[in-house]
């Protein structure tokens, strides 16, 4: 199954946005979410810092901010198509 990791902080208002927005598509689409918090981790914070939520299909990055679910079905269906 196709994992989307949100790479996020706590109380981030943006975050909770994306993971919205992704739930309200995850039983159309079928995917799973991993949430990683990068607060407390230096190599993540270092990496992502004030990008988040930083978006990643199956571990290929996708986006920062903000989700457009137009883009995000796009995305997935290419990744889809050339595993």
């Not at 979410?33 to 914070?45: R, V």
């Amino acid at each position: 199954m196709t994992v989307i990791t949100v790479y996020s902080r706590k109380n981030c208002h943006l975050c909770d946005v994306a993971l919205e927005s992704l739930e309200s598509v995850k039983t159309e689409l079928v995917f799973e979410i991993e949430k990683i918090y990068i607060d407390g981790n230096d190599e993540l914070t270092n990496k992502y810092g004030e990008e988040v939520p930083v978006i990643h299909i199956d571990g290929k990055h996708h986006d920062m901010f903000r989700v457009d679910l137009e883009r995000f079905r796009s995305s997935l269906e290419k990744h889809r198509q050339h595993q």
